[in-house]
């Protein structure tokens, strides 16, 4: 069974920018998390998704957003980029809400570089 | 709120020693807690997870954990750690329902 992909791998930006950033999840899956992995803050949650609909939602800006397709494939959009912006940003996949937080997998990351 | 501490940001261990890395957790309820290792550039891999039952829970790759409530620990360890050790380790915690909580991680270094 194919892992978790996230396309791009790495991404340069420059600050007032927007990107996107996509995530497949694993065959079956149909919840996906997202989080922000920088030196100083550590992992942090961002937000899930579970058919379609924003399930939980980190401490985030709301230039921070997110969407799910029907197909369980996730998107996040960080709108007029700042510095702080620049991290790694993991996106896990995980079968159902609930129960399924027991274990999640993730995927290689988005290497986000804010100029 | 749940929260995680790794003490130890930094380990140099050498090759063919043994290796505990701590991990010490805030929670009210009974936290389902787990073990990610992350290599250089790549994704988190689970190591092992906790839910009920045996406190001593094994997992990939030799390592063990056990989770001590009393002390609200759930410490990882490995009687012989390898060169492919090397990455950094991540202890998290969630309540089965809620987001992961991950500690800061701690970096392994091996030395020959």
């Known amino acids: 069974k194919a892992g978790v992909t996230q396309t791009p791998r790495y991404l340069i930006k420059t600050r007032g920018q927007q990107v996107t950033l996509s995530c497949s999840p694993i065959?079956?899956?149909?919840?996906v998390s997202w989080y922000q992995q920088t030196p100083g803050q550590g992992l942090q949650f961002l937000f899930e998704?579970?058919?379609?609909?924003?399930?939980n939602k980190g401490n985030f800006p709301g230039r921070f957003s997110g969407r799910q397709f029907s197909n369980s494939r996730s998107e996040m959009n960080v709108s007029t980029l700042e510095l702080g912006d620049s991290a790694l940003y993991l996106c896990?996949?995980?079968?159902?809400?609930?129960?399924?937080?027991?274990?999640?997998?993730f995927g290689p990351g988005t290497r986000l570089t804010v100029l | 709120a749940q929260s995680v501490t790794q003490p130890d940001i930094h380990i140099t261990v050498s090759e063919g020693a043994s290796l505990e890395l701590r991990c010490n957790y805030s929670?009210?309820?009974?936290?389902?807690l787990f073990w990610y290792v992350q290599s250089p550039g790549q994704g988190l891999q689970l190591l092992l997870k906790?839910?009920?039952?045996?406190?001593l829970v094994q997992g990939i790759k030799g390592f063990e954990a056990e989770f001590k409530r009393s002390q609200s620990s759930f410490n990882l360890r490995k009687p012989s750690v390898h060169w492919s050790d090397a990455a950094e380790y991540f202890c998290?915690?969630?309540?089965?329902?809620?987001?992961?909580?991950f500690g800061k991680g701690t970096r392994l270094s091996v030395i020959a």
């Open positions: 998704y579970f058919s379609e609909t924003q399930r």
């Open positions: 065959s079956g899956h149909r919840s």
């Open positions: 929670y009210g309820a009974t936290p389902y």
């Open positions: 998290a915690v969630t309540s089965g329902n809620t987001p992961l909580v």
């Open positions: 896990a996949s995980h079968p159902v809400p609930g129960s399924s937080y027991n274990e999640q997998f």
């Open positions: 906790y839910f009920s039952g045996d406190t």
